[in-house]
C-alpha cells in the first residue's frame, strides 16, 4: 500500500518536475546578466569563500578567452532602469569586504584580461586591518578603473539594527569612501545578505542608487534595484566546473534545486 502511494505521488510531481527544467531551458534564452561576487583570492584555505590565484585566473581566462566585458554598476543599472546597451557577452565582477588580496591577487589577473570589478568595503577595516586593502591600495585600482561601494562600517546585519543605528552605517560608510575617492559612491552590497522591508527606503535615504544581495540568480530589466542577484562563487572539489555551471546555466541550476527540494519531501 505504502509502494503504491508514494508512486502515485511521484506521478503527480513528475510532470511540476518536468515544467519546471522545461522553464529552466527556455530560459537560458533570456538569462540575464551574471554578478559574479567574490570574497577571498588566497591560497590559503580559509573557508569555502576563498578559492585560489589559479582558480581565479582559471576563471578569469575564461571569460576572457569567450568574449566576456566586465561592466560597472553604473551600466547595469541603466539597462535595467532605462534600457541602456550593454556590450556583448557583459558580466559584473564584485568582491565583497575588500579584503587585501583584491590587491595583491585579484587586481594583476583583472589587469592581465583587461577586466574591471567593484569592490564593497568595510570601511572601518580599510587601513586599519593587514587583512584588508589600504586606502593608497583603494585609490591605485580606482584610478585603474575599478568601482567601489559600502558593505558597512563594520560587517554588520542591517536586519538586527534599529533603523537609526542602519542609516548611520549607511551615511557614515559611503562618506569615509567618497571622502578618499572625491566620488559619490552610490552602491551597495548587504552583508550577509541581510535586509529587511525598510532597508532599501534607508539605502534611498542615504543616497544610494542600487544595493546587491548574496541570492543566486541573474539580473533583467524587471530586476528590484535595491534587492539585485549576484552568483556566489565558491572552493568546491570542482571550483571551475562549479564555476561554469553557475554562469552558464544559472536558471536551470536554480530550478534543478528547487526540483530537489521538492523531491527530498517525498
Known amino acids: ?97 575588500g579584503y587585501c588580496d583584491a590587491y595583491f591577487e585579484a587586481y594583476p ?14 570601511t572601518d577595516y580599510i587601513g586599519i586591518n593587514s587583512r584588508y586593502l589600504t586606502w593608497e591600495q583603494v585609490k591605485v585600482m580606482h584610478d585603474a578603473g575599478f568601482t567601489f561601494g559600502s558593505h558597512t562600517l563594520n560587517h554588520i546585519s542591517l536586519s538586527e539594527v534599529t533603523n537609526e543605528y542602519a542609516e548611520y552605517q549607511l551615511t557614515k560608510s559611503r562618506e569615509a569612501i567618497e571622502w578618499r575617492l572625491k566620488e559619490p559612491i552610490k552602491y551597495f552590497a548587504y552583508p550577509g545578505g541581510f535586509y529587511n522591508q525598510t532597508t532599501p527606503q534607508l539605502l534611498k535615504q542615504s543616497g544610494y542608487r542600487g544595493a546587491f544581495t548574496v541570492n543566486f540568480g541573474t539580473d533583467k530589466p524587471n530586476s528590484n534595484i535595491f534587492a539585485l542577484n549576484r552568483i ?16 552558464k546555466f544559472t536558471q536551470l541550476v536554480i530550478d534543478v534545486t528547487a526540483a530537489k527540494k521538492i523531491l527530498s519531501n517525498y
Not at 71 to 95: A, C, E, H, R, V
Not at 109 to 117: D, E, G, P, R, S
Not at 235 to 241: D, E, Y
Open 1 to 97: 500500500m505504502f509502494f503504491l502511494q508514494k508512486k502515485l505521488i511521484m506521478w503527480i510531481i513528475a510532470p511540476v518536475i518536468l515544467i519546471i527544467l522545461t522553464a529552466a531551458v527556455i530560459s537560458l534564452h533570456n538569462s540575464g546578466i551574471p554578478v559574479l561576487n567574490y570574497h577571498i583570492i588566497s591560497n590559503q584555505k580559509i573557508n569555502a569563500l576563498a578559492i585560489t590565484p589559479q582558480e581565479f585566473e582559471a576563471q578569469m581566462a575564461y571569460l576572457h578567452n569567450n568574449g566576456y566585458t566586465t561592466i560597472s554598476p553604473d551600466q547595469l543599472l541603466d539597462y535595467i532602469q532605462y534600457g541602456d546597451p550593454l556590450p556583448k557577452n557583459p558580466i559584473l565582477i564584485t568582491f565583497d569586504d
Open 109 to 122: 589577473i583583472l589587469k592581465k584580461y583587461n577586466f574591471t570589478a567593484t569592490i564593497f568595503l568595510i
Open 232 to 247: 556566489p562563487i565558491f572552493q568546491s572539489t570542482n571550483t571551475f566546473k562549479s564555476f561554469w555551471l553557475r554562469i
